[in-house]
């Protein structure tokens, strides 16, 4: 874990260059994937966004509401409906997500405590590589 300082033209900036994202993608994807099929399980899916910390515990939802919600989220990802995530739509979904993410941030920058691992962590060192700035602590 780490802070990183962002912002959404930081976001933006990594989604823009699509060699930087991809990369960080493929790497997500492969920590992912535990038995090494080349595609995601539900419960891979969700054991990656765990370590991500992407679903953390909140006291006022039950076991049985975060899975109905993760249910959602995997329908987002397995967009052709086959039971798994493949790689490609792995890094739609994500570019996406982060999209979102950059539209929802201003150009102020934020102080923010990430995963080391994290896209928004890969963005700000990326960011940082860009302009020498450090943008990570």
């Given at each position: ?16 260059d ?18 090494g099929?080349?595609v ?5 899916l969700?054991v990656?966004?765990e ?26 990802f397995?967009?052709?409906r086959n ?13 996406e ?9 201003d150009?102020?920058?934020?102080f923010v405590p ?10 700000a060192?990326?960011?940082?590589s ?8």
């Amino acid at each position: 874990m780490g802070v990183a300082v962002i912002n959404g033209p930081i976001v933006t900036a990594f989604l823009e260059d699509r060699e930087a994202f991809d990369r960080c993608a493929e790497e997500q994807f492969a920590s992912f994937d535990a038995n090494g099929d080349g595609v995601l399980s539900r419960a891979e899916l969700m054991v990656g966004f765990e370590e991500l910390r992407f679903f953390e515990p909140h006291a006022e939802l039950t076991a049985e509401e975060i899975d109905a919600l993760f249910d959602k989220v995997f329908e987002r990802f397995d967009s052709d409906r086959n039971g798994t995530v493949d790689l490609d739509e792995f890094k739609a979904e994500m570019r996406e997500i982060m999209s979102a993410v950059a539209r929802g941030m201003d150009e102020v920058p934020i102080f923010v405590p990430l995963e080391s691992d994290s896209f928004l962590m890969r963005a700000a060192e990326y960011q940082a590589s860009k302009t020498g700035k450090k943008l990570v602590c």
